[in-house]
């Protein structure tokens, strides 16, 4: 696919549920992430639970995303200088735990926007779909499911990265290591 491929920032996100410590996936991370997501869009899928005003949705989205991408450039921008930073003084405050809390940060932050893009056009497609087909149930159903599951996919995104960023607030710029 090349340069229009999304693969990488799917396994950045993937990798950013990783702990630490020793690099397994963490089971809390990808429930809350994942696991989460999946059943709210099963439950959707099942009871035919549909949008009210799917406009409104894809507008909400869609500002959410797009302000994604300005933390993303702050992000890379925060990146260069702290790896400037980090390389440039023996004595720096800043540890490969920082820089590594700064790129989760910053791969959360690609999946909020690409998800976002996703479930604006999954809300799209599936208004189109539904008018298109009528009320074929199979299509009704998975189209709430996964328009549902992806709404909460993209809420707890924006939660860790809302969470990850008061992380590297306090950990670089106010260089406290212990925090509630």
């Known amino acids: 696919m ?17 702990s630490a410590r020793d690099g397994k996936l963490k089971p809390s991370f990808v429930f809350a992430q994942i696991g989460i997501p ?13 949008i009210p ?6 507008t909400g989205v869609s500002i959410v995303a797009a ?7 702050l992000l890379f921008q925060t990146r260069i200088d702290l790896r400037q930073r980090f390389d440039g003084e023996s004595d720096s405050f800043l540890t490969e735990g920082d820089l590594r809390l ?26 189109t779909l539904r008018s298109a087909v009528g009320d ?12 549902w599951g992806m709404v909460a996919n993209f809420i707890l995104t924006v939660g860790v990265v809302l ?18």
């Open 38 to 50: 999946v059943a709210l869009g099963a439950i959707a899928g099942v009871f035919r639970f549909g």
């Open 136 to 147: 074929i149930e199979i299509v009704v159903r998975l189209s709430y499911g996964l328009t």
């Open 102 to 127: 700064v790129d989760e940060l910053f791969a959360q932050v690609m999946w909020s926007i690409l998800s976002g893009f996703l479930l604006v056009l999954l809300l799209v497609i599936g208004d």
């Open 67 to 73: 302000l994604m991408c300005g933390v993303a450039t």
């Open 2 to 18: 090349g340069m229009s491929s999304v693969v990488g920032i799917v396994k950045d996100y993937g990798n950013s549920l990783r």
């Open 163 to 180: 969470k990850r960023m008061r992380s590297v607030y306090y950990r670089v710029a106010v260089h406290k290591r212990n925090f509630s």
């Open 53 to 58: 005003n799917s406009g409104d949705f894809v």
